[in-house]
């Protein structure tokens, strides 16, 4: 790869960790700064909508303005929720620092940055390669958001046993987090201008969301994906930590051991997607790994003791990821170069758009006791929807290397 193609992908490990690092505390974090479960999901809604609202203006631009420059500003962002997050108590204060900087509470991806950073990498690669390496990219984001969560569950426990109480034993981790924003600042500044999109002489096609002539298939795109984040945000990973710990009393560490195991298994599944697309295509791997996932969704509410519900939700992790990397390997494939950004971005934002709204809902249902497990049902029964439109939608649809 070259230097630049490597830079990205330090950011991407930096980032990912600083997610999983976050992930596994937020919403223990603010229980323990006193505020109420339907306030957490209100909050966590709204941070979601605010980095939906910030990260597609950041993303429908970059490819004009520069996707360094926008690079750098996500981190500065990140960064000043991290300060915000770490100082303050008052809900209303912490809302508009989630808002307006980046948290992520399910340790995906969140801001600006994957959408840049992958039409950034496509302007290096060959159409042959582009899945591949896509899968070597979410592979390192697994392993160092599975890291991430590891380290928060062993930090916590750490200082809990020192004698640090629970709020300044996950206020570390916050700051963690906002050293992890300064790390890719430094990275990202080091980037070469042979990430930019590739000089052209000005177009005269209408452009919408920095979109022209692919504008109507990253529009049906972006309203099923945005589905799928809609189910996904019934079952992010800081309101399943929160459910084993409440439905088993899973400590901080065992939590970290958990996602720890999870993103690994989900790192390597997206890995082994690339040689099964380059057999049977992208929309197919997307849809027929995904639905057997969603199965083992549903079933892990069902089990009635912690190593059974760790080891469905692990076989739910070991193929939920294969179609992360198909998935955005074809929306970079079926548009223009100079449209990548801005299609990655918008379908990103489609993703956080429809995860923001179901935490809200997701998280009073977890702290019922029963229905504390119907958040699983019901983003499971959505994610099976969702494949099912997709195959029927983009079957027909092929990137340029299935042409051949």
Sequence with gaps: ???????LFATRIARMFGYGLLSVVLVLYLVALGIDGLTIGVLLTLT?????????????????????????????LMLLAAIVFALARDPWILLVAATIGVISPSGNEVGPFLAVEQASLAETLPDRDRTRVFGWYNLAGSLATATGALA????AQLLQGSGASTLDSYRVIVVGYGVVGILMAVLFSRLSSRIEVPAAPPSSVARRLGLHRSRGIVLR??????????AGGFVMQSLIAYWFHVRFGADPAALGAIFFAANILAGISALAAARLAARI?????????HLPSNVLLILVPLMPSLPLAVGVLLARFAISQMDVPTRQSYTIAVVEPDER??????????RSLGAAISPSLATPLMQSAPLAGLPFVIGGGLKVIYDLLVLRAFSAVRPPEERR
């Design 1 to 7: 790869m070259t230097v630049d193609a490597r830079l």
């Design 48 to 76: 979601l909508l605010g980095d939906a609202a910030i990260s597609l203006w950041l993303t429908t631009h970059a490819d004009r303005l520069g996707r360094r420059r926008i690079l750098l500003v996500g981190s500065a």
């Design 152 to 155: 928060a569950g062993f930090i």
């Design 221 to 230: 795109l972006a309203a099923l994906f945005s589905l799928d984040a809609f």
């Design 281 to 289: 295509g992208l929309i197919n791997t997307m849809v027929f790994t």
């Design 341 to 350: 950004s801005a299609a990655a971005g918008v379908t990103g934002i489609a």
